[in-house]
């Protein structure tokens, strides 16, 4: 038998002053609590408790033992309360990778976090390639395309599409592209980490998939290089939209083929263990979830995204 349980109930016996009153309190036979008292004296090759037809008491051990056991059962009790109450307050280190282009957005929520959870500590670090989460010991990444690796568990965070644009310079110095298949014939600035490498990947009006596979003379792994290269005139940039969006509303950057809308994709939480997640990570990612949904609202009113 759980020797822990026995325990528990060896304590009842003698606090209720009997086996009837001790199976009553437990929900529990008779015949049970009999049995849990009777593999700890076995156990131990002792009578705990002195038994009649009206009532039982402690023998000399029985007190002994009882004293000794009821304290640890308190300090497990206590033990199960701190740890309750830790998992029920945000607290330590929260480590986190992220995509370089998306900090911006997650740095006004991680001082919000911080301000709600004063008992946390955050370690940020951000690239463009996604790192290794159980090797490097992250508690989670935030990416905005999803994860090679699929045993990792993935939230939804919220759907986003690239913009096709260009800057005025760009567009008043070269014919403006009337279909996908234009594109082929002008300097595209290419995203080294585009899932689909340098095949453009659009929606018609019709919602039906198709693609232009383009080139040109600037390809970075940093979607801010990008977007400089872009502002500057050097050339057509398939722009994440939470990144362009000012500049768009701004009149910067212009959107090009309205009637085609680039391929829809996520910004997602991504983390290794779905089961025990902790209070940390979870109060984050929910965080994270409400103001990215914001921050997508306000796209939507600037034009940026349907």
Known sequence: MDRLTSLTVFGCVVES?????????????????????????????VRLLNRTTRKVSLTDIGRAYYERSSRILADLDEADRIAGALHATPRGTLKIDAGTHIVRFLSPVMAEFLDLYPAVSLELTMGEKMVDLIEDGYDLAIRATPPPNSTLVVRRLTPWRHILCCAPAYRDSHPAPASLSDLAHHNCLRYAFYPYGDEWRFENAEGQQVSVRVSGNVVANSADVLRAMALAGKGIFLA??????????AGTLVRLLPGHRP???AINAIYPHKHNLSTKVRSFIDLVAERFADHRRWMVDQGAVD
């Open 17 to 45: 002053g009997g086996f009837s009153a001790a199976a009553r309190r437990l929900n529990m036979s008779v015949t049970m609590v009999s049995s849990h008292v009777q593999a700890l004296e076995e156990r131990l090759g």
């Open 240 to 249: 994440p939209s939470f990144m362009v969006a000012e500049d768009v509303a």
């Open 263 to 265: 391929v829809e994709f």
